[in-house]
Each structure stands twice: as structure tokens, then as C-alpha cells.
């Protein structure tokens, strides 16, 4: 059974870009979530989509959205980006709608802003 | 909103012994979930173990079991017998039930298990 699935696994960009990162959840997986690991502030939660609605989203500014398509699959674009974007950038999908039982992660997109 | 913090950034501990990390949270709820992930070199977060916050036993997964102090806001984390496979960085989470998926993570504790 294939896990969640992060392309690409490695990005560059330039300061004033935009980026669109892909994540296909496990099978079945209807609900995905994203966060944003950096070293200064850690692992921080972006949003979770549910049956392509956005749920919960956290404390992020507008230039960073999401969308989750039929199929499950989630992109979350950032525009006009910033050094500070520099980041891992995990997904995390799971069966139910809420999950204690703990989400499966994606390996993460590294994306370099420069 | 709810804080988690992981007071040990960095620990070392030799292979075969064990090695408590520590986790407290600060949090209004009463129904609520507590994860430990690991994240190895490789990046991908691996779920260790999970407490439901309704439970009063303390949840074991092997060579992995933790201490649920729910007055006292605090969630441990034991590795007995460690292995080298165990070094890795490890995160303590906290999820509101019934709130959809939503973790909030500690910084983590840097675990490095020595031959």
C-alpha cells in the first residue's frame, strides 16, 4: 500500500515567486494536512482539508492556501514568496475525520528561497 | 490555544539502556489526545505511540510506553532497551478531540542512541 506522496522532494525558488506543492494521501484518506517545519519556529500547522473543505487552517498569512481535489489529492501554493519560506513542508493524511488515531506523513517537500 | 514544550533539546543515552524524554502541555480542554513522532534523518514523521486523555493507563507499544500526568499536564516518553535505530528527533503533540486534524508539536528533543 503506497504511503502519502510529497512531489517535489526538493525545490528552489526565487524571492517573488510563487510555488505549488503536491501531496496524494494514501488510498482511501480523505482527510490532509499541512505544516511547515523551520528550525526557528518548529513544526507549525498550516490547514486540513476534509472532503475537499477546508476545516481548520491556522495562523498563516493569506499568501499561503491550499485546495483538495475529488481524488483526495491536496496542493498548497505560496505567492510571492519570501526567504523567510524557506522550509520542510509535510503533509499528513488520514481515513477519518478526526484522527486519534495519528496521521501518516508524507517525507516533506524542502523548498529554498534565495 | 494550547502550548507543548519538550524542556530537553538534545539527549544521548547508550545502546541497550533506556531514556525518558520529557513533554508537558498547557491546555483549557478536558477531552484531548497526546502523540510521541519520530523523525529521522529521512524526514517522514512516524507516529510512537498515542494517550487518549479519558485513559488512565499509560499507553505501551513495545519498547516504547509513556507517563500520562493528566493534573500535572505531563507526558513522558520511555525508550527501554535502545537501539541505534532509535536515534533520531522526537516530538511530543497535542490534539483537541473532535477538532479535526490538528496537532500542535513541542520543538523536540534530539535523541542520538551511542553504540
Known amino acids: 500500500k503506497a504511503g502519502v506522496t510529497q512531489t517535489p522532494r526538493y525545490l528552489i525558488k526565487t524571492r517573488g515567486q510563487q510555488v505549488t506543492l503536491s501531496c496524494s494521501p494514501i488510498?482511501?484518506?480523505?482527510?490532509v494536512s499541512w505544516y511547515q517545519q523551520t528550525p526557528g519556529q518548529g513544526l507549525q500547522f498550516l490547514f486540513e482539508?476534509?472532503?475537499?473543505?477546508?476545516?481548520n487552517k491556522g495562523n498563516f498569512p493569506g499568501r499561503f492556501s491550499g485546495r483538495q481535489f475529488s481524488n483526495s489529492r491536496s496542493e498548497m501554493n505560496v505567492s510571492t514568496l519570501e526567504l523567510g519560506d524557506s522550509a520542510l513542508y509535510l503533509c499528513?493524511?488520514?481515513?477519518?475525520?478526526?484522527?486519534?488515531?495519528?496521521?501518516?506523513f508524507g517525507s516533506g517537500t524542502r523548498l529554498t528561497v534565495v | 490555544a494550547q502550548t507543548v514544550t519538550q524542556s530537553q533539546p538534545e539527549m544521548s543515552v547508550q545502546e541497550a539502556e533506556t531514556v525518558t524524554l520529557s513533554c508537558t502541555y498547557d491546555?483549557?480542554?478536558?477531552?484531548?489526545?497526546l502523540f510521541w513522532y519520530k523523525q529521522p534523518p529521512s524526514r517522514q514523521m512516524i507516529l510512537v505511540i498515542r494517550?487518549?486523555?479519558?485513559?488512565?493507563q499509560n499507553a505501551t507499544e513495545n519498547r516504547f510506553s509513556v507517563n500520562f500526568q493528566k493534573a500535572a499536564k505531563s507526558f513522558s516518553l520511555k525508550i527501554s532497551d535502545s537501539q541505534l535505530g532509535d536515534t533520531a528527533m522526537y516530538f511530543c503533540?497535542?490534539?483537541?478531540?473532535?477538532?479535526?486534524?490538528?496537532?500542535?508539536f513541542g520543538g523536540g528533543t534530539r535523541l542520538m542512541v551511542k553504540p
Open positions: 499528513a493524511s488520514s481515513l477519518f475525520g478526526s484522527t486519534n488515531y495519528g496521521y501518516t
Open positions: 488510498s482511501g484518506h480523505r482527510s
Open positions: 482539508y476534509f472532503s475537499e473543505t477546508q476545516r
Open positions: 491546555t483549557s480542554e478536558n477531552n484531548y489526545y
Open positions: 494517550q487518549e486523555a479519558y485513559k488512565q
Open positions: 503533540a497535542f490534539m483537541k478531540d473532535n477538532a479535526g486534524n490538528m496537532l500542535t
